[in-house]
């Protein structure tokens, strides 16, 4: 975009949007000390297709408006001399800094060494397929050789102070304009060091060996420590013994009670045994019981027909000897009134059976009616609870599945991640999660794709380091897992109740944009926790970058057109798309890239088929609470029938044998009422 950008000294002003190289600034003829760096050339690198800077001996500055390459400069120097792309805040891929649509670009540095009759060269040169190959003064040479060459050169004297020059991994001497936070996140220890490591090496061996004087007397008092944990755990040790042998003489009491229980439960056994041989025997002795009143009963009866005949024959024979005369009237007068008293006797005798037979006949059909209506509850009870079986393993599959995928997430940042710990910073957080008064995310951890495509946009548009972004709900939780005192060094960020309200408002796409062939947002693609998404879209837009599909690529200079003044990025199809205004014209600029295919960090965040991501803590526990309140409801409800089943069970078999004692009773009665009016008639 800017094939001749740099020039030699201060041939262009800002107003032509240009990068100024401010050189000669009071000079006066001073020679170049060792180490400085005289010329820089780029070729094909990022947006630069070729340019050349040369600088004077003592102060040079690089100015110029937003997007103009400043940084670019900085980033050539930075990879040039052997720096680590993850310094930049930029790609950690080196063949991203190969101008779009080009093979390969390159680098050169000139550095001043006045024991050589030349500047030394050192070129960087970097390949489209990831390929770097580092050369000094024409030589091929490998990375490290580099890094020696450039610390060999780190040292400038002067009348007030010494420095090094080069060393692009000390946030003190170089810093992107994108690690601003790290240096401010710096630990008072470490900012020290690296101050001590830009002004002067001597300075950090002698802080060096204050440290081996001052780890000496830790060392003493770890010793005296180390005596009195000795001392502690000897204490515990005879402690334990004791316990020890309390529970040996426990574990003798248990085993006495437990032949003591085995003895009682044998006499239990041989009760039972004896206690159905008498019951066997009672009911033999029922049987008979039986059959001997069968015969008394009807030997009773024998005997009372054979006295009742004599007495009628003793008073038949009296009758008729004292009444003779008045015989046969006396006689149909005793049969008119004992037929009489018969029927008044029989009918009340059946109504009284039959009214007491009913009554007892309805009692009995209402228990069994009782009895049914708990069987059916107890089936109802029992489908609560195969319900309730069936809720609790689709819960067990859908945490199972969430935390598989979870565990795959965590791989992702450990690999990706190794120097800053996140991994085990946020597995610290999970072990202690009590100390902390709100939820923690990552943003990598906490995200679940909404579309296949998704993953592609949202590493395109989202910078990687923004993805390890620990989030926090407040300063004393990010104080906790960020305390120096851990191995970890972590990027954070604290997210108000306000903000996440402000920021994780999902905006609906005008029917405009549809229009144009845009289905979505960026802020559409992916689901997550409101503060996440809050984040996210506060670092990177996304509610305001809008996703195309093949129509919005077929008419792209019309969309540029149309969106020109209200958006600055906008993806379609495979292509990301950037709109850039010049401050001082109205023209705007194009720049359209390919997305990123070789994803990094989004490769584990697509829904599983058994229900999405992982469930928290808190979801899996409220639902289990649930179920098990369920569950002990219907086990009150089950033990309530089972009680009123048994009684209704002893209430029916109560009314039962009434009611064969009674119809037994009742034929009985009814016979021998008979018999009796029959003899006496």
């Not at 080196?94 to 030349?118: F, L, P, Q, T």
């Not at 939820?439 to 495509?453: I, Q, R, W």
């Not at 792209?556 to 969106?563: I, S």
């Amino acid at each position: 975009m800017y094939p001749d950008l740099f020039e030699d000294s201060v041939k262009r002003s800002a107003v032509d949007n240009e990068v100024i190289v401010m050189a000669n600034l009071f000079q006066n003829g001073t020679p170049f000390a060792d180490g400085s760096v005289t010329k820089i050339r780029f070729t094909n690198f990022l947006s630069m297709a070729e340019a050349e800077l040369n600088f004077g001996p003592k102060l040079n500055l690089i100015i110029g408006p937003n997007g103009s390459g400043k940084s670019t400069v900085i980033c050539g120097l930075c990879l040039a001399l052997g720096g680590s792309p993850k310094l930049l805040g930029r790609s950690e891929v080196m063949s991203d800094y190969v101008r779009h649509g080009c093979e390969k670009g390159a680098v050169e540095v000139n550095i001043r060494d006045s024991k050589e009759s030349h500047d030394r060269k050192v070129e960087l040169i970097i390949t489209k397929n990831n390929h770097v190959e580092y050369r000094r003064d024409g030589r091929k040479v490998t990375r490290a050789e580099v890094r020696s060459m450039a610390m060999s050169y780190g040292i400038q004297a002067s009348d007030i102070q010494t420095f090094p020059l080069l060393k692009v991994d000390n946030p003190c001497v170089f810093l992107a304009q994108d690690k601003v936070k790290s240096f401010a996140q710096q630990t008072p220890e470490l900012l020290l060091d690296n101050t001590e490591k830009a002004c002067s090496n001597d300075l950090e061996k002698m802080h060096d060996k204050l440290r081996v004087f001052s780890k000496a007397d830790c060392r003493k008092s770890s010793q005296k420590q180390w005596s009195v944990i000795v001392f502690m755990c000897e204490k515990e040790e005879r402690s334990a013994a004791r316990m020890e042998e309390a529970v040996k003489t426990s574990e003798e009491k248990l085993e006495e009670a437990r032949e003591k229980l085995e003895e009682v439960e044998a006499e239990q056994e041989r009760t039972s045994e004896e206690m159905e041989r008498r019951n066997r025997q009672f009911l033999d002795l029922s049987d008979e019981y039986r059959s001997i009143y069968s015969e008394l009963d009807g030997l009773a009866k024998a005997d009372y027909i054979s006295e009742a005949v004599r007495q009628a024959n003793a008073k038949y024979h009296e009758t008729m000897k004292n009444f003779e005369a008045w015989k046969e009237e006396m006689e149909k007068a005793e049969a008119l009134l004992e037929e009489y008293r018969a029927k008044q006797a029989d009918q009340s005798a059946n109504s009284s059976l039959e009214s007491e037979k009913v009554a007892l006949k309805r009692e009995y059909e209402k228990w069994l009616k009782k009895e049914d209506e708990l069987d059916q509850k107890t089936n109802k009870i029992n489908a609560g609870f195969s319900q309730l079986r069936i809720e609790k393993e689709s819960i067990d599959r859908v945490d199972l599945s969430g935390r598989q995928q979870f565990a795959e997430k965590l791989e992702i940042v450990r690999a990706t991640n190794p120097r800053q710990r996140c991994a085990d910073a946020f597995a610290w957080y999970e072990a202690h999660k009590e100390q902390f008064r709100k939820p923690v995310y990552v943003p990598v951890l906490s995200m679940t794709m909404n579309y296949e495509d998704s993953a592609p946009y949202l590493e395109t548009v989202i910078p990687s380091r923004d993805l390890m972004v620990f989030i926090f709900g407040c300063r004393e939780d990010e104080q906790l897992l960020a305390d120096s005192k851990h191995p970890w060094r972590i990027s954070s960020t604290v997210v108000s109740d306000e903000q996440v309200a402000k920021l994780s408002v999902d905006q609906p796409l005008p029917e405009s944009m549809r229009v144009l062939g845009f289905e979505r947002t960026a802020f559409q693609l992916f689901t997550a926790p409101p503060v996440v998404k809050a984040f996210l879209n506060s670092v990177a837009h996304l509610s305001n970058i809008p996703i195309g599909t093949e129509k919005t690529k077929e008419n792209l200079d019309e969309v540029c057109g149309v969106l020109k003044n209200t958006h600055r990025l906008f993806l379609a199809a495979d292509l990301k798309v950037r709109l850039t205004k010049s401050l001082y014209r109205a023209d705007i600029s194009v720049q359209t890239d390919c997305l990123r295919r070789n994803l990094r960090y989004l490769t584990a965040h697509m829904p599983s088929h058994t229900g999405g991501d992982k469930l928290d803590e808190a979801s899996v526990k409220q639902a289990l609470c649930s179920i098990e309140q369920r569950s002990q409801k219907l086990r009150a409800e089950l033990e309530e029938v089972k009680r009123v089943q048994q009684m209704v069970a002893t209430q029916k078999e109560k009314v039962r044998c009434q009611l064969v004692n009674f119809l037994f009773i009742a034929i009985i009665f009814m016979k021998t009422f008979r018999e009796c009016r029959s003899f006496s008639g």
